[in-house]
């Protein structure tokens, strides 16, 4: 990703980096309470919420809302929200299919 910083809060972002491990422009981030939240959304070049299990959560639509590209799993249940609104990429709920969109999409937005 040219001149950007990539991250991704949670698990499973050591599975995300590439050979080689993290770098300077990748950053993991844990939980952040709402005020940083919608900081850091503002602040990024993709979002991401990988889900197993879920309702419908809130950084996805807060995410889509800012104009803030995010990658989401069909846990979520805003795969056709963000497809639709060309909000950003989807990814079945496996390592492989999330570092494949994730790296996708690192592109996308580094070009």
Known sequence: MAGGTLRWDGPPGEALA???GATSDMVVLGSRG??????CLSDIDVAVRTSRHEGVPRVPREAVAMGTPILVTPA???VELVI???GGW???ATIESIKEAFWRAAGDVGE
């Open 18 to 20: 590439p050979a080689g």
């Open 34 to 39: 709402h005020e940083d939240k919608l900081a």
């Open 76 to 78: 979520t249940n805003l």
């Open 84 to 86: 639709a609104t060309g």
């Open 90 to 92: 989807a990814a079945d």
